[in-house]
T-cell receptor, first 113, second 114 residues
Framework: GDSVTQMEGPVTLSEEAFLTINCTYT??????LFWYVQYPGEGLQLLLK?????DKGSNKGFEATYRKETTSFHLEKGSVQVSDSAVYFC????????????FGKGTMLLVSP | DVKVTQSSRYLVKRTGEKVFLECVQD?????MFWYRQDPGLGLRLIYF???????EKGDIPEGYSVSREKKERFSLILESASTNQTSMYLC?????????????FGDGTRLSIL
């Protein structure tokens, strides 16, 4: 079945550092790919998405590119802020028609001033 | 903005009780989902529904059931709560069909079974 693998956290960075969170997937066909973010005490929010190979999703300074050849969707940000501290989930959506999501286990990011 | 509302943020129940978790969305979404979130395991799909009175099992349906009598409301039922069902429960909704449609999440219910 489908699966998503994320790098384990926590990832600890200083403010203004460069961020990469790795995500690779296994799926039949061509899924859509998502990054969700969960701030403390809240539900998940969509951060960005990409629906086909070579698409780049971007939002709030975060970017991720759908790489079919490496089955990856790594999240990057050039300069993190303390307010970016959260748990980040990579997910894929199959094309079964129900839009169900398969999530990675999440990566906690901690940014210090 | 889409609003997905879960009825309780925190809930404490006893082993063997029947527990209801309620979720309401205001965007006329056809699809609704229930997940549980556990440390180190991420989110796992329990059940989903793609229409009123329709339901499909997710990855971990054992010990749970669901009810969808109205389009905007999706209930998760723990028939006889057990301690291993202590978890964070998240409800989500989305438009149907197109896998490009993102899911919109509620803030979660942290359920403790004593």
């Amino acid at each position: 079945g489908d699966s998503v693998t994320q790098m384990e956290g926590p990832v600890t960075l200083s403010e203004e550092a460069f961020l990469t969170i790795n995500c690779t997937y296994t799926a039949t066909g061509y899924p859509s790919l998502f990054w969700y973010v969960q701030y403390p005490g809240e539900g998940l929010q969509l951060l960005l998405k990409a629906t086909k190979a070579d698409d780049k999703g971007s939002n709030k300074g975060f970017e991720a590119t759908y790489r079919k050849e490496t089955t990856s969707f790594h999240l990057e940000k050039g300069s993190v802020q303390v307010s970016d501290s959260a748990v980040y989930f990579c997910a894929l959506s199959d094309r079964s028609g129900y839009s169900t999501l398969t999530f990675g286990k999440g990566t906690m990011l901690l940014v210090s001033p | 903005d889409v609003k997905v509302t879960q009825s309780s943020r925190y809930l404490v129940k006893r082993t063997g009780e029947k527990v209801f978790l309620e979720c309401v969305q205001d965007m006329d979404h056809e699809n609704m989902f229930w997940y549980r979130q556990d440390p180190g395991l991420g989110l796992r799909l329990i059940y989903f529904s793609y229409d009123v009175k329709m339901k499909e099992k997710g990855d971990i349906p054992e010990g749970y059931s669901v009810s969808r009598e109205k389009k905007e409301r999706f209930s998760l039922i723990l028939e006889s709560a057990s301690t291993n069902q202590t978890s964070m429960y998240l409800c989500a909704s989305s438009f149907p069909g197109d896998s490009n449609q993102p899911q919109h999440f509620g803030d979660g219910t942290r359920l403790s079974i004593l």
